[in-house]
C-alpha cells in the first residue's frame, strides 16, 4: 500500500476552522483558556461562519475568545493542523495577527494571558498548537496594516 500524499489545495479545500498566533507590540503572544477546560492554554480558534474567509474569522474568534481586536495578513497563512475527531478530520488554517486594541471582555468568559514567546511555547497545551507557534515565530517578517484600514 502506497503513502497518499495531500496537495496544499486538497487540504485548503477542507478547512472548516481558523485560527491566530495573535501578537502584541512588545512581541507577547496572546494565548486563551479552554472553554470546557479552564486549565488548557490554547490559541484562539473556531469555526469559519458561512460567507466568511479564514482569517476573517481568525479575527473574529480572537474578538470573541479574547476581547482583543487583531488583524491578519489576508495573503500570509502560517500552516495547517489536522486533528481527527471521530471519522472526521477537523482542518485548522492558522494565521498570524498583530493585536490593535482590547475592545472588550472575552464574550466567553475565558481567561486570557500575554506572555514572552518562550513561555507560550511552555504553557501551550497541545504539541500541533506549539509546533504552529514555533513556525510563526520563523515566519518572514509580514505587513500587517496597522492603520485599521479594513
Not at 497518499?4 to 472548516?16: A, G, M, N, P, S
Amino acid at each position: 500500500m502506497g503513502v497518499k500524499t495531500v496537495t496544499e489545495l486538497e487540504i485548503k479545500q477542507k478547512v472548516t476552522r481558523a485560527g491566530m498566533c495573535c501578537f502584541n507590540y512588545a512581541g507577547q503572544v496572546l494565548l486563551v483558556s479552554g472553554k470546557d477546560k479552564p486549565s488548557e492554554w490554547l490559541l484562539p480558534k473556531g469555526h469559519i461562519e458561512e460567507g466568511e474567509e479564514s482569517y476573517e474569522a481568525a479575527e473574529r474568534e480572537v474578538r470573541e475568545e479574547a476581547g482583543v481586536r487583531a488583524l491578519a495578513n489576508p495573503t500570509m497563512p502560517v500552516g495547517y493542523t489536522i486533528h481527527n475527531q471521530g471519522e472526521e478530520a477537523i482542518v485548522t488554517e492558522w494565521w498570524i495577527g498583530l493585536a490593535q486594541q482590547r475592545v472588550a471582555p472575552s464574550l466567553e468568559l475565558r481567561q486570557i494571558c500575554w506572555t514572552s514567546q518562550v513561555l507560550a511555547l511552555k504553557a501551550l497545551t497541545y504539541p500541533e498548537q506549539r509546533d504552529v507557534l514555533r513556525t510563526a515565530l520563523c515566519h518572514p517578517e509580514i505587513d500587517i496594516d496597522t492603520d485599521g484600514d479594513r
